[in-house]
T-cell receptor, first 112, second 114 residues
Framework: EDQVTQSPEALRLQEGESSSLNCSYT??????LFWYRQDPGKGPEFLFT???AGEEKEKERLKATLTKKESFLHITAPKPEDSATYLC?????????????FGKGTHLIIQP | NAGVTQTPKFQVLKTGQSMTLQCAQD?????MYWYRQDPGMGLRLIYY???????DKGEVPNGYNVSRLNKREFSLRLESAAPSQTSVYFC?????????????FGSGTQLSVL
């Protein structure tokens, strides 16, 4: 059973068309939820960390929000350069020091 | 500012061959990780090193070994490569495992095993 589920798998938008990506998680205790951006042929690049329900973080056209069961990455008036795969990951509480558990990602395409 | 450097970037092996993937970070991070990324599977943890001198298995350790050579370097070895190990491998580092898991990734090694 997946602990981190991202939807949709792929999303195609027109430039300027705002939308949201979803990340739902089922871990028993959440220490942190992370959003990464990954461009083709490159490693993931850190965007945000969220720690508690109600928290929001913003960067340029991106805003990440967190509830007790899911996180949203809102993209406002996107541009073609926002095209990438967006990865969500969680860090569980409980003392484990074994990195993050990742979702499969949402492949976002912004058409001019 | 190099961050996390991985070598090689591409590699083709025949079944049964061995190789070592190299990773080095220059951010003075304590923790280092090896992930593999396969289509439709997401990133999966192979091994990690919470601090210099320690290594632990992740989700998919079979067929791999690791060495934390010093604080900067963490290598991944395939002793007898199999086609199932065809994947993109990413090394990552973080300031302190279990405390701050913000990961910094290298650019990846694309490995094909024929």
């Amino acid at each position: 059973e997946d602990q981190v589920t991202q939807s949709p798998e792929a999303l195609r938008l027109q430039e300027g068309e705002s939308s949201s990506l979803n990340c739902s998680y089922t871990v028993s205790g959440l220490r942190g939820l992370f959003w990464y951006r990954q461009d083709p042929g490159k490693g993931p690049e850190f965007l945000f960390t969220l720690y508690s329900a109600g928290e929001e973080k913003e960067k340029e056209r991106l805003k990440a929000t967190l509830t007790k069961k899911e996180s949203f990455l809102h993209i406002t008036a996107p541009k073609p350069e926002d095209s990438a795969t967006y990865l969500c990951a969680v860090q569980q509480s409980g003392g484990g020091a074994d990195g993050l558990t990742f979702g499969k990602g949402t492949h976002l395409i912004i058409q001019p | 500012n190099a961050g996390v450097t991985q070598t090689p970037k591409f590699q083709v092996l025949k079944t049964g061959q061995s190789m070592t993937l190299q990773c080095a970070q220059d951010m003075n991070h304590n923790s280092m990780y090896w992930y593999r990324q396969d289509p439709g599977m997401g990133l999966r943890l192979i091994y990690y090193s919470a601090s210099e001198g320690t290594t632990d298995k992740g989700e998919v350790p079979n067929g791999y070994n690791v060495s934390r050579l010093n604080k900067r370097e963490f290598s991944l070895r395939l002793e007898s490569a199999a086609p199932s190990q065809t994947s993109v491998y990413f090394c990552a580092s973080s300031e302190a495992a279990g405390v701050n898991e913000k990961l910094f990734f290298g650019s990846g090694t694309q490995l094909s095993v024929l």
